[in-house]
C-alpha cells in the first residue's frame, strides 16, 4: 500500500537510499498504528 503510493511519485528523481529509508520508516509506522488500534 505504501510503496504503491511512493512508487507512483516520481521516485527516479529521489537517491535509492532515500526511498528504501522512507519506505521503512512508512512501515515501521504502519505496523506501530496496526498494533496499536488491535489492543
Do not use: R
Amino acid at each position: 500500500m505504501f510503496k504503491t503510493a511512493l512508487l507512483e511519485i516520481k521516485v527516479e528523481e529521489l537517491p535509492s537510499s532515500l526511498v528504501e529509508e522512507a519506505l521503512t520508516q512508512l512501515e515501521e509506522k504502519g505496523k506501530e498504528l496496526f498494533a496499536s488500534s488491535n489492543l
